[in-house]
């Protein structure tokens, strides 16, 4: 049904913060952009962790510093899809693991897209409008 899609089909812009930024400073800029995560870039742009919602809620109810850099906070190596790869295989990987963000990187590894719950509502109303009544 969606494999004509391709990961970065559905892809937003993601919002990247580096390892050393401060937490405060991640989740203001969070806040600022409406975006429910940060991808925390290396150098080159490509992913070695990526900071969310839900970690922010670990942080606050273990006493977590926000002032400590993000690193210290971040979910480190994050499961990733390439930009090539199907919308499908995307979606199967945020199902099986459990996750509402996926960071889509080109064939260098460097982050090009992040797939989230809202972009996939968003490219499966774009389906439907285009194909009609999803089965």
Do not use: C, W
Request: glycine residues 8%.
């Amino acid at each position: 049904m969606y494999a004509s899609y391709k990961a970065i089909d559905a892809a937003e812009k993601p919002h990247t913060s580096r390892p050393e930024t401060p937490l405060k400073e991640v989740v203001k800029q969070m806040y600022e952009n409406g975006s429910s995560a940060s991808v925390i870039v290396d150098e080159y742009g490509r992913p070695i962790g990526i900071f969310t919602e839900r970690d922010l809620v670990r942080v606050i109810a273990t006493g977590g510093g926000l002032e400590d850099p993000v690193e210290k906070h971040m979910t480190k190596n994050p499961l990733t899809v390439g930009d090539k790869e199907s919308l499908t295989k995307a979606l199967a990987i945020m199902s099986q693991h459990r996750i509402r963000h996926l960071p889509v990187v080109d064939s260098e590894g460097r982050l090009v897209g992040i797939i989230t719950a809202k972009s996939i509502t968003e490219i499966l109303k774009t389906y439907k409008e285009e194909v009609g009544e999803i089965e």
